[in-house]
Structure formats: structure tokens, C-alpha cells
């Protein structure tokens, strides 16, 4: 599967990794993954690395994604999520993601992995 995660329990972090081409139900099933996961908990920040990424979500899609996130938010917490990109386009969308991102959600956008985790190191936001 292009999506995967893993839980750092003992740094509190989330560690999402999208390569080559997603799907929206590789998407879907890779949230329900992790909100299911044992090791999973609430406030986790997240480090999503979309840098080996050949497509992005549409509209439409993303619109799904948060719509999604919305409806878990009390399972998700209060969090900062980081996100890596290498290409224009996915910028873009992680910062359209951003402004749509529900209230308890601090989103960043990143060229650079280790910004990107000085960020979410921190602290919560």
C-alpha cells in the first residue's frame, strides 16, 4: 500500500508516509488504520511525508478527508500536524488542507523533514 503509518508512543508522534500514487480509498482505509491502532491516542502530532507522493487528493476528496476528521475529532485531540512536500502542487493542497483543517488542528506545510519535526518538537500548539 503506497499509505503507512507508524505510532511513536514514546515521542507522542504519528508518522504517515504516502509514496506513489493514492488512491481515496487508500486514504480512507490508512485514517481508519491508525484511529483504530492500539497504540493510538489522542494529541498525537503528526509528521505526514508526502514528499515521494505522485498524486493528490481533489477537492472533493479532501473535502471527504476533513469531513472525516471532523467526525473523529474527539478521538484525534488537539494536535499540530506537519506536513513534508517536494512538488508545487502538493504544497498547494496540503495548505488548502490547512485552511479547511477542523479548530483543534495546527497544520504546517514543509520542504524540509527536519523543519518539519523541529516544528512538532516544539510542543502542542
Known sequence: MPIHYKIDSEHGL??????????????MAAMQGWLRDPDFRPGLQTLADFSQ???V???SELEEIVEHIRRHVNVIGQKKIAIVTSRPVTFGVARQFGALAPGPMTVQVFKDRDAALAWLAEGPA
Open 53 to 55: 507522493a505522485t498524486n
Open 14 to 27: 504519528l508518522f504517515v508516509v504516502a509514496e506513489g500514487e493514492s488512491t481515496q480509498a487508500e486514504r
Open 57 to 59: 487528493p481533489t477537492l
